[in-house]
C-alpha cells in the first residue's frame, strides 16, 4: 500500500463511523504526494524524509484531499495533524485546513480542488487560533517546531458546531474556540498554508505536516477520486506502428523507474513493452511496431515504486487502442487553448464523450502561464519543469478520460513553454533582458532547453516518429511528423518553432513591435527575404509528404495558427488593431508558399490560436484562389480577439449567402486577400461572475470536422461551451456553422492556369502527381476520386504526369503534355 491506510469501520445504529490516518513514513522522498492528494502549486510540496512538506512561501498553498471529502448531512468527525515550522519567512502566515472545499459551479472534484472555498481554520504565527473571522489569542512562548491541530465537527438537530484546538508537542492544549450555528460543512478537506489571506503574497511562512488522521460519520470514501500515479496516457496508431506516452506523476524516478505496457488477451494481459521513465518529464513513451490497425484492445500501463519498506506501490492505468475507422468518415475532434478560469471544462469534455470523436487535436495552449492560480517560475530548469508540469496535469486531468481510448494529436504552442507569441527562430537561445527589451519579439526561446524538451516529451512524444529527429539549436527535440488515419493524410507541424521575431523588420519606435496599428502602412517592408514562418526544414518536409498518397484519399494539415491576419479588434472591444504579426499571416512571403503547398495537394487547414473561430478560404494573388482553413474556437478563452470589419467600415465584397455580418472578402491584416465565411465573434460585454457562462460569451467551445474519404466532404461545426452535444440547437453553433466544403474546393475557385484533364481506367482512385516538365516541380498531388479529373496547374506550360497506385506501386507516366492541348481533350491513361 502506498500510504499507511487504516480502516475501522463500526456500525453503530445507521451511521458508519470511518478512520484514516496517514503517516508518510513508507514514501519514497518525491514531489508527488500520493494518488489521495493533489497539491497546488506541485512545485512547492513534497514528501520528504517521512513528512508531506510545503516549501513554498507564498499564498494559499494547499493540499487537497481529494478521496476523503465531508459529506452533507448529521454526523460527527474529526480531523487531526501534526505540523511545524520549515521557515519563519518575513510575514505573518498560517497553517491550518480548509473545511467543506467545493466549487459553487461545478461540483466535480477537480473544480474543487482548484476554485473550491470552504470553511478556513487554523493558527496564525502572530498567535491567534482562527475559524475564519473568529479569533482567540495563544501564549506568545509556543513553540512552533512541532504541534498539532484538532478540528471536531458536530453536526445534529440541536446544533452544528466546529471546536479547534491547538495542542503543543506534548499534546497540551494551547488554544481552542469553538464556533456555532454553521452552515453545512459538505466538499474536500484541504491542508492550507498561508491559506487566510486576502491579498496575495509570496515571502511569508513554510510548514511541514505529519500524522494526518480523519474520522467520523460525516466522512465519505470516493475512490474513483484517486488520481496518479499514473495521471493519463495518450497515443497515435499510424501505419502500423502505435505510439503511447504514459504521463505520470513526478515520483522518484531517479530511484526506480520503469513503466509497462500491456494488453488485455484472453482473461489476461500480455507484455508488449517496457521502458524507462524518463526522470525529467515523467514520461514513458513506448513504441509498437506492427500495429494491427484493425485491432480494437484494452491496454494497461503498469508501474511500480518501491517504498522505504523494501515493498512496493502498483499502478495501473487502462484504457483502449479503438479500431482504426477505414469504413466511414472521420470525426476530428479539433481543440485549442484552454485558459485556466474554465477548468475543468467538464462542458466540453462531457461533450467530447458524447460526441465520440475518432481522434482528437489538441493544436497548442494546453496551458496557460496563470493556469491553477499561480505565476510562472522561469528559471532554474528543475523549477521551471515543475511548474509546467502543475500546470500541464490540469489538462491531462480535464480530458484524460477522452483521451485514453481515441488517438490524440497534440502539439504545444507558445504559452505552453511559457513565452506568450512565440519566433523560436529555430531554438536559438534568448536571453529574458533582451526578449523584453524588443517587447517580446526577438526570435528564440527564454525558457531553459531542458524545460522545452519537457514540454515536447510531455505533449509530443507520442506522435508518429519524427520526419527529422535532428534537435534544433540548444539541442531541443523536434516533432514534425504526418500520421495516417482514416484514410486521412496529416501533416503535423509547428508553425513557431523556426518563425523569425517581428523585431527583424518592425520599424516603428512606439508600441509593440509585432503589432501594427495603423491603417496603411508598407506591408511590404515587413517581408524582408529569408524571413521564416515555418522554416526550410518543415517546408522540405511537406514537399515530401503532398506527394505521399499511401493509405490516404485526403489530405489535411495541422498547426497551430492560421495562415491569416483576420482579428481586428485585441485585447478588448476597445482595442483596434490594423495587423498582428503573431498569427500564421506573417512573414508574407513564406505564407504564401505554404498555402500554395496546400492547395496544390488539396489540403484543408486546421489551427487554433486565435481564440476566434473562423472558417477562411485563403487567397494568394486573387481572393478565393486556395484552400480552406477552420481555427477552432478556444476551449476557453482568455484574451479576447474580434473581427469587426463592418463596425470599422472595412469594404468587402462578396458576402456569403446567410448573408451575416463581418463575413465575405476583406483585405487582412497583412494585406492578403481573406474569404471571411464564418466568424464566431464575442459579444461587446462578456463580463460574469460565472466561469462557464463568461467561458460561453467569449466565443469558447470545440470543433468537430466530419472527413469523407470516399465523398470528400468535409463538414465543420464550431459549437459554443455550454452546449449539449444530445442536443445541439442551431445557437449551439457559431453562426454561419455547420458548413461543408469538398476537398476539391481546396484548390481556389478562383485559380487561374493551365486545366489540366485525365481520364482512366483500371486503377480505382488512382493518385495523379503533375510535375513541371522543365523544372520538375510538382505542381499537382491527388488523390482522384474515380476515373476523371481536372485541376488547374501553374507552371511552364509543359508538364509530366504520373499516374497511379502508391500501394502496389503501379505507376504510368505520360511526358511533355503541352498545356493548351490538354485543355482540348482529356489526356487517357489505361491500366
Ligand atoms: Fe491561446
Redesign the pocket.
Known sequence: MLLLLLLFISCTRKEKSVRYSYDFDNLPDRVWAGEDFWTIPLEDWQINEGRLECTGNSSNMRTNLITYPIRPGNGTFALNVTCGLLDKGDQEGTVGFSIGVKDDEDPDVKAACYFGKGLNLGVRTNGVLFIEDQTVSFPADFSWEKFHIRVEGNFSLKGKAITLRLMNEQQEEVAWLVKESIDEIEGLIVLGVNHHVATPFSNGPSFWFDDLEISGTKISYEEGNRFGAILWAMYTNSRNVLKLTAQLAPVSARVNGEVHLEIEEGDGWKKLATEKLRADSYTATFRVGNWNPDLEVNYRISYSENLKDGETSDYKYTGTIRKEPVDKPLVFGGM??Q?GYGFPYTPVVNNLLKEEPDILYFS??QI?EGNGGYSIIRFPADRAILNYLGKWYMFGWAFGDVMKERPTICTP???DVFQGNLWGDGGRKIELEDWQEYAGTSGGYIEPAEMINVVHATQSSHLPDPYDPTPIDQGISIWYTDMVYGKISFAIISDRIFKSGPKEVAFWEEGRRDWITEQGIDLSRLDKPGLKLIGDRQFEFLTHWMKDWKGANMKVLLSQTLFANIPTHHGSIDGILAGDMDSGGWPQTPRNKVVDLLRRCYAFHVS??Q?LPLFVQYGIDEFRDAGWAICTP?ITV??QRRFLPDRLGIPYQNRPVHNLDNTGEYIGGMGHKNYVYAVGNLPDNTRSELRYERAQLSSSGYSIITFDPESRDISCNAIRFLADADRLRPEDSFPGWPVTVNQFDNAGINRTGDKITIQSSGVLNPVLLVYDAKTEELLLSVRMKGDEFSGIVKGSGRYNLKIGDPETERWKTVSDIIANEIETSPVVVEF
Do not use: Q
Open positions: 485549442t487553448c485558459y497548442g495552449d496557460y504552442d507558445d504559452h487554433g490560436d481564440h478556444a482568455g484574451y
